[in-house]
């Protein structure tokens, strides 16, 4: 039996998104609008956004931003 865990999606925090993207989290900040269109973002509540691994490396894959 699969465990739930293992079901969902990994989701990142905009500090593990500026790592992974190799930019600040200042530059992320200020390229939201932009970013929006390539890399949908996961809103937990009004002040919790993350963003799903498996769509981080895609747009990696398709480039980058």
């Known amino acids: 039996e699969e465990s739930l865990d293992s079901s969902l999606p990994k989701l990142i925090t ?3 998104l500026a790592k992974i993207l190799k930019v600040s989290e200042h530059t992320l900040a200020v390229r939201r609008k932009e970013l ?3 890399l949908p ?3 937990l509540n009004d ?3 993350r963003y799903k ?3 981080v490396q895609k747009l990696i894959e398709r480039g980058g931003i």
Do not use: N
């Open 36 to 38: 929006e269109h390539v």
């Open 41 to 43: 973002m996961v809103k």
């Open 53 to 55: 691994l498996s769509d």
């Open 14 to 16: 905009r500090s593990e």
């Open 47 to 49: 002040r919790v956004i």
